[in-house]
């Protein structure tokens, strides 16, 4: 099921990306949602959100969208911020009972939106999924996370591990656990019930909701979540758990994700816009790109650079489910995606390419990952050097490039990551522990490539095959 409206946005090039993209993931369905100021742009469903039996994916398909959820729980926090009952530099222990005795200053309310208290992973969102998702099939992992009691002393007891004097972002989904039982305590009713009031309903997000149950509703657009099998998607649970609620728990449409992204765009929210400028800047540096940008975190979003502008999101991902929300901070485009299963690319990457899809930009100039890929493709074949004496074999890897060298003094396998995002350096660096930083370089041209090992050079010979995607 497609629909389109009339755009400044070519909505036929976007539904091309998008049946190219999205109807050739790891998920029995997907649904993607582009929204220009209020404007719908382009939604459709592809795929099937059942499988036994078939019904298909539509944009109004209800996902269990994961850690998109976060940007919905910072705006409920961020609206109590906004009424004067709460502040971000308040410590977490004066309202709800957890890191009373963390070391170093108190951790406040700011510090768990933007994942800057210095507490690591604890896996507590694994713990609570997977008894959810494999039940009886899972190795016993001796751990498990049931109810308030138990995720307080969890937390508490890892508290030791706080890392001091450090703006590392460390991703920390209890954190989003914990901002949920303080949203109820400053609010004074439960989680769910105050963001529904709060956010949901006044930017007309009607049928999103953190009842899992309605996934089970025959008469509801709504998924079944799904896990990969040995004989294919085979149907699985989401947790009816309140420890998952905060962090990853809502079930909402691209339709409507999409309109919260497009409201958060255009500041048209229930906090003022100094709070919500405050909320896209990022806190912490999330993670270090390749170019040297950075994806930065700031209350409950992430951002990274999209070309001259910025793009605002978060994905998430349950195991059996996936969704992404993000915009664009200048351009004001907003997209939305949702999955039934895990899919095998990063929901952040494909909106990323749809974005530069609806806005003519050119995906490797916003896609580290994808420039890396176009040159490694590049450079895959056989190589002969000088003498036929020595060959190499140049191959894509799961994660590396991988470099086969071939002498009359044996055979040796060496790992390659590229050297930059830049489209003509070809050169790459040698995953090794000899202490030294070694690289090797490819000379490209229209008249072949040739490879420089140490000191002898190789010339490309013939292909190799490769089937990874583009």
């Not at 309903?201 to 996934?215: H, I, K, Y």
């Given at each position: 099921?497609?629909?389109?409206?009339?755009?400044?946005?070519?909505?036929?090039?976007?539904?091309?990306?998008?049946?190219?993209?999205?109807?050739?993931?790891?998920?029995?369905?997907?649904?993607?949602?582009?929204?220009?100021?209020?404007?719908?742009?382009?939604?459709?469903?592809?795929?099937?959100?059942?499988?036994?039996?078939?019904?298909?994916?539509?944009?109004e398909t209800l996902y269990g969208i994961g850690s998109s959820t976060k940007p919905v729980t910072a705006t409920a926090v961020l609206t109590l911020v906004e009424s004067g009952d709460l502040s971000l530099d308040d410590a977490v222990a004066s309202h709800v009972p957890f890191f009373a005795d963390a070391p170093g200053d108190p951790i406040t309310v700011r510090e768990l939106l933007s994942h800057t208290s210095?507490?690591?992973?604890?896996?507590?969102?694994?713990?609570?999924?997977?008894?959810?998702?494999?039940?009886?099939?899972?190795?016993?992992?001796?751990?498990?996370?049931?109810?308030?009691?138990?995720?307080?002393?969890?937390?508490?007891?890892?508290?030791?591990?706080?890392?001091?004097?450090?703006?590392?972002?460390?991703?920390?989904?209890?954190?989003?656990?914990?901002?949920?039982?303080?949203?109820?305590?400053?609010?004074?009713?439960?989680?769910?019930?105050?963001?529904?009031?709060?956010?949901?309903?006044?930017?007309?997000?009607?049928?999103?909701?953190?009842?899992?149950?309605?996934?089970?509703?025959?008469?509801?657009?709504?998924?079944?979540?799904?896990?990969?099998?040995?004989?294919?998607?085979?149907?699985?649970?989401?947790?009816?758990?309140?420890?998952?609620?905060?962090?990853?728990?809502?079930?909402?449409?691209?339709?409507?994700?999409a309109a919260f992204a497009s409201a958060w765009a255009e500041r048209d929210l229930p906090i003022g816009a100094d709070l919500a400028e405050a909320a896209t800047t990022p806190v912490g540096t999330f993670r270090e790109?390749?170019?040297?940008?950075?994806?930065?975190?700031?209350?409950?979003?992430?951002?990274?650079?999209?070309?001259?502008?910025?793009?605002?999101?978060?994905?998430?991902?349950?195991?059996?489910?996936?969704?992404?929300?993000?915009?664009?901070?200048?351009?004001?485009?907003?997209?939305?995606?949702?999955?039934?299963?895990?899919?095998?690319?990063?929901?952040?990457?494909?909106?990323?390419?749809?974005?530069?899809?609806?806005?003519?930009?050119?995906?490797?100039?916003?896609?580290?990952?994808?420039?890396?890929?176009?040159?490694?493709?590049?450079?895959?074949?056989?190589?002969?050097?000088?003498?036929?004496?020595?060959?190499?074999?140049?191959?894509?890897?799961?994660?590396?490039?991988?470099?086969?060298?071939?002498?009359?003094?044996?055979?040796?396998?060496?790992?390659?990551?590229?050297?930059?995002?830049?489209?003509?350096?070809?050169?790459?660096?040698?995953?090794?522990?000899?202490?030294?930083?070694?690289?090797?370089?490819?000379?490209?041209?229209?008249?072949?490539?040739?490879?420089?090992?140490?000191?002898?050079?190789?010339?490309?010979?013939?292909?190799?095959?490769?089937?990874?995607?583009?």
């Open positions: 099921m497609v629909e389109t409206t009339a755009a400044d946005l070519d909505a036929e090039a976007l539904e091309a990306t998008a049946r190219d993209l999205l109807g050739d993931v790891d998920s029995p369905g997907a649904s993607v949602a582009v929204v220009d100021g209020r404007e719908r742009v382009f939604a459709a469903g592809f795929g099937n959100r059942q499988l036994d039996p078939e019904q298909p994916a539509t944009p210095g507490l690591p992973a604890d896996d507590s969102a694994t713990l609570t999924l997977l008894d959810a998702i494999v039940g009886d099939e899972a190795e016993d992992i001796g751990a498990s996370l049931s109810g308030w009691d138990e995720i307080r002393e969890y937390v508490d007891d890892g508290a030791d591990r706080r890392l001091l004097d450090t703006e590392r972002c460390l991703y920390y989904n209890s954190g989003y656990v914990v901002l949920s039982r303080l949203v109820e305590a400053v609010a004074d009713e439960p989680f769910a019930d105050y963001v529904r009031r709060a956010v949901l309903e006044p930017l007309g997000m009607d049928r999103s909701t953190f009842d899992v149950g309605v996934l089970a509703d025959e008469d509801a657009d709504a998924m079944t979540p799904h896990r990969a099998g040995e004989d294919g998607p085979k149907p699985a649970t989401l947790p009816d758990d309140p420890l998952f609620v905060g962090p990853g728990g809502l079930q909402a449409p691209v339709t409507e994700t790109l390749l170019d040297g940008s950075e994806v930065g975190y700031g209350y409950g979003w992430m951002t990274r650079p999209f070309g001259d502008d910025t793009l605002v999101g978060h994905g998430g991902g349950t195991g059996v489910s996936a969704g992404y929300v993000g915009f664009l901070a200048d351009r004001g485009l907003a997209v939305a995606l949702g999955f039934n299963g895990q899919p095998d690319t990063s929901p952040e990457r494909l909106a990323t390419e749809l974005l530069a899809t609806a806005t003519g930009t050119d995906p490797l100039a916003v896609l580290p990952k994808r420039a890396i890929e176009r040159k490694e493709r590049r450079v895959t074949g056989e190589y002969e050097a000088y003498g036929d004496l020595q060959t190499v074999t140049v191959t894509r890897g799961d994660r590396f490039l991988e470099l086969e060298h071939a002498s009359p003094m044996g055979t040796e396998t060496e790992y390659l990551v590229a050297a930059s995002t830049a489209p003509d350096d070809h050169t790459f660096r040698v995953a090794e522990r000899g202490g030294t930083r070694s690289t090797v370089e490819f000379f490209v041209d229209d008249d072949g490539v040739e490879l420089l090992v140490d000191r002898a050079l190789f010339e490309r010979v013939g292909d190799v095959d490769d089937d990874g995607d583009e």
